[in-house]
């Protein structure tokens, strides 16, 4: 698992920068339900609050809207132009992508419409097929992302075909205030990827802001309101988490017995088929072959109908971030993970709910910083010794290894 932060349990790059595909869509003003933007929107790359790159989107008299993403991390980072017409319904017919990509290697990327047929080529892949959904790039900035809302809010039902493969769809979770007038809403954006993608529009629905504390993009003058916005949207992606919980958790104080399933044993590599397994609570009362285990009073009865049924996995290189996304990783079999590297305070807020069943996630092991940011750089022993018994005082014990010889003082 890379080591690179943003959205899913497992953190990989923000979805503007490095997501296997942001859709790069956009319409005619009165298409998509929205006023005709302004010339030219500028917008600030942020990083750890600190300003690190911009964001321009321009759109002329024919429609063509152009839009240039460059920022710097630790000497990486994209610098990108992308050049997308479209037709009267707001279809992308051309899109045209060059420049560097984050890990500042040339790429390049086009798609057209031709004949009825739409065809890509990108760094990863090329294709074609029936014209009939929007193509999804695999490079894309902030915009990119706007665009797809403001496509999606005017589609019917909210939902879109994509191309390559998929389909989106959208919701509205908040509103707040904007300073100096008017409103920003926060809507979550599903299909794109494990975890829902959240962004803000303003009242014309134009892009204000997205991303998360690490990275993120907000309308240049409104740097200042990030923070806020980033409570907001986690308070509300929080609701909805807290939501899908109720709805799917199911308990049955008789016990659980699971029957018909192929047993995997680890100790011995090998499938048991035939294989009932009983559950009460958090314990594993009882294994054996079918018919072996009579089900309690009550219990609930699955039949694994000659499926695999294996222990819980462990995903051993995490960095949990969201409300939703411990839920992806219960569907993916994961039971436990090892975050090994994240915001002290955050981080329990989400870990205790998922204890308490509150929201859906594994058991998670916690280790502190290795590398702290850079606004809290070590500067001598007694700062490591603090930092190492902070740890300790919260239960943590991964991320002691990363200074050893204090750990042992």
Same mark, same amino acid.
């Given at each position: 698992?890379?080591?690179?932060?943003?959205?899913?349990?497992?953190?990989?790059?923000?979805?503007?920068?490095?997501?296997?595909?942001?859709?790069?869509?956009?319409?005619?003003?009165?298409?998509?339900?929205?006023?005709?933007?302004?010339?030219?929107?500028?917008?600030?790359?942020?990083?750890?609050?600190?300003?690190?790159?911009?964001?321009?989107?321009?759109?002329?008299?024919?429609?063509?809207?152009?839009?240039?993403?460059?920022?710097?991390?630790?000497?990486?980072?994209?610098?990108?132009?992308?050049?997308?017409?479209?037709?009267?319904?707001?279809?992308?017919?051309?899109?045209?992508?060059?420049?560097?990509?984050?890990?500042?290697?040339?790429?390049?990327?086009?798609?057209?419409?031709?004949?009825?047929?739409?065809?890509?080529?990108?760094?990863?892949?090329?294709?074609?097929?029936?014209?009939?959904?929007?193509?999804?790039?695999?490079?894309?900035?902030?915009?990119?992302?706007?665009?797809?809302?403001?496509? !999606?809010?005017?589609?019917?039902?909210?939902?879109?075909?994509?191309?390559?493969?998929?389909?989106?769809?959208?919701?509205?979770?908040?509103?707040?205030?904007?300073?100096?007038?008017?409103?920003?809403?926060?809507?979550?954006?599903?299909?794109?990827?494990?975890?829902?993608?959240?962004?803000? !529009?303003?009242?014309?629905?134009?892009?204000?802001?997205?991303?998360?504390?690490?990275?993120?993009?907000?309308?240049?003058?409104?740097?200042?309101?990030?923070?806020?916005?980033?409570?907001?949207?986690?308070?509300?992606?929080?609701?909805?988490?807290?939501?899908?919980?109720?709805?799917?958790?199911?308990?049955?104080?008789?016990?659980?017995?699971?029957?018909?399933?192929? !047993?995997?044993?680890?100790?011995?590599?090998?499938?048991?088929?035939?294989?009932?397994?009983?559950?009460?609570?958090?314990?594993?009362?009882?294994?054996?072959?079918?018919?072996?285990?009579?089900?309690?009073?009550?219990?609930?009865?699955?039949?694994?109908?000659?499926?695999?049924?294996?222990?819980?996995?462990?995903?051993?290189?995490?960095?949990? !971030?969201?409300?939703?996304?411990?839920?992806?990783?219960?569907?993916?079999?994961?039971?436990?993970?090892?975050?090994?590297?994240?915001?002290?305070?955050?981080?329990?807020?989400?870990?205790?709910?998922?204890?308490?069943?509150?929201?859906?996630?594994?058991?998670?092991?916690?280790?502190?910083?290795?590398?702290?940011?850079?606004?809290?750089?070590?500067?001598?022993?007694?700062?490591?010794?603090?930092?190492?018994?902070?740890?300790?005082?919260?239960?943590?014990?991964?991320?002691?290894?990363?200074?050893?010889?204090?750990?042992?003082?």
């Amino acid at each position: 698992m890379a080591e690179t932060p943003a959205p899913s349990i497992v953190m990989g790059m923000p979805a503007h920068i490095l997501s296997p595909r942001i859709l790069l869509l956009v319409g005619a003003a009165l298409c998509l339900g929205g006023a005709a933007p302004p010339a030219e929107q500028r917008y600030t790359v942020l990083m750890s609050g600190a300003a690190k790159g911009s964001l321009r989107v321009v759109e002329n008299a024919e429609g063509e809207r152009r839009s240039t993403y460059s920022f710097r991390d630790r000497g990486r980072g994209p610098d990108l132009e992308t050049v997308v017409r479209v037709n009267a319904r707001g279809v992308p017919v051309h899109i045209a992508i060059s420049g560097t990509d984050y890990r500042r290697i040339a790429t390049a990327e086009t798609f057209s419409i031709a004949g009825g047929r739409a065809t890509w080529t990108s760094a990863v892949d090329e294709g074609n097929a029936s014209v009939g959904g929007y193509y999804v790039a695999n490079e894309g900035d902030a915009e990119a992302t706007a665009m797809l809302a403001r496509a !999606l809010l005017a589609a019917p039902g909210r939902k879109l075909k994509l191309l390559p493969s998929g389909e989106a769809s959208i919701r509205s979770l908040a509103t707040r205030p904007i300073a100096g007038g008017g409103t920003a809403t926060l809507y979550a954006i599903d299909g794109l990827g494990m975890s829902p993608l959240g962004i803000w !529009l303003d009242g014309n629905r134009q892009l204000f802001a997205s991303g998360s504390n690490w990275i993120g993009v907000i309308r240049e003058g409104h740097e200042a309101e990030q923070a806020a916005l980033l409570a907001a949207e986690a308070d509300a992606f929080q609701q909805a988490a807290h939501a899908t919980a109720k709805r799917l958790t199911q308990t049955n104080p008789a016990g659980v017995l699971i029957k018909g399933a192929r !047993l995997f044993d680890a100790e011995t590599r090998t499938l048991r088929p035939g294989t009932s397994v009983l559950v009460r609570g958090e314990t594993i009362a009882a294994v054996g072959a079918d018919g072996s285990i009579a089900a309690p009073a009550g219990a609930r009865v699955i039949d694994a109908r000659g499926r695999v049924l294996i222990p819980g996995m462990w995903d051993m290189h995490v960095h949990v !971030l969201g409300s939703e996304e411990g839920v992806m990783a219960l569907a993916a079999g994961v039971t436990t993970a090892r975050d090994l590297g994240n915001d002290p305070v955050p981080l329990k807020r989400i870990t205790d709910q998922f204890d308490s069943g509150v929201l859906l996630g594994p058991r998670v092991l916690k280790a502190g910083q290795a590398a702290p940011a850079e606004r809290e750089l070590l500067s001598d022993a007694a700062a490591v010794q603090a930092y190492v018994d902070a740890d300790v005082e919260r239960s943590y014990r991964l991320g002691i290894a990363a200074f050893p010889e204090v750990a042992r003082t």
